[in-house]
């Protein structure tokens, strides 16, 4: 069946560091896939959007990879502050809609 | 505008109500869904409406009720619900296809007791 892994469930990263965070998936090939961040009591919110024949896609502080030899993405914030914590979800599309992984809840320290 | 907006923000309601959760857009999307989050778990799909449509039930019991009057609003219908179903109810939109990310309400808040 098809599977899609957020490698940590909660990741602690010093400010200034660079966070990176792991979405890998099997038994699937996405078209494209796409990063949100989600705070809590509130809906998700898009980030970024990275398509099959993208390696990389940048925004501000954000760096998104898809290597769909690997089956992997990897989400980077580098120069991280307090204020990017929160839960961070990676979707991958599937027949018209879109799945999610179960989140990492990334806590950026002071 | 390139808000989704979900009223009510909260809702409490028993067992034998009826309640709607209502959600509205105006960013030009046709396709609209709705999502059920419980704590600490992501959000999953309930309804894909395309076009005004319904195109994808993730076999949703009946006490659900989606309806679509119009491109931008998007209705939830309630009926006998268990508090098993106590969870935040998201509605997004997109483009149809979804290629360009979704854009998330901020949800209701759903207790029934």
């Known amino acids: 069946s098809q599977k899609i892994e957020q490698n940590s469930e909660a990741l602690n990263i010093q400010e200034g560091k660079t966070a990176t965070l792991t979405c890998n998936y099997t038994n699937y090939s996405p078209a494209y896939l796409q990063w949100y961040r989600q705070d809590p009591g509130r809906g998700p919110v898009f980030l970024l959007l990275?398509?099959?024949?993208?390696k990389e896609k940048r925004k501000e502080r954000l760096k998104v990879t898809f290597d769909t030899t690997l089956k992997q993405s990897l989400f980077h914030i580098t120069a991280s502050q307090p204020a990017d914590s929160a839960t961070y979800l990676c979707a991958l599309d599937r027949d018209d809609k879109i799945i999610f992984g179960k989140g990492t809840r990334l806590h950026i320290l002071p | 505008d390139t808000e989704v907006t979900q009223t009510p923000k909260h809702l409490v309601m028993g067992m034998t109500n009826k309640k709607s959760l209502k959600c509205e857009q105006h960013m030009g999307h046709r396709a609209m869904y709705w999502y059920k989050q419980k704590a600490k778990k992501p959000p999953e799909l309930m309804f894909v409406?395309?076009?005004?449509?319904?195109?994808i039930n993730e076999s949703v019991p009946s006490r659900f009720s989606p309806e679509c009057p119009n491109s931008s609003l998007l209705n939830l219908h309630l009926h006998a619900l268990q508090p098993e179903d106590s969870a935040l109810y998201l509605c997004?939109?997109?483009?149809?296809?979804?290629?360009?990310?979704?854009?998330f309400g901020s949800g209701t808040r759903l207790t029934v007791v």
């Open positions: 997004a939109s997109s483009q149809v296809g979804g290629r360009d990310g979704y854009t």
């Open positions: 990275i398509r099959e024949n993208e």
């Open positions: 409406y395309s076009y005004e449509k319904l195109s």
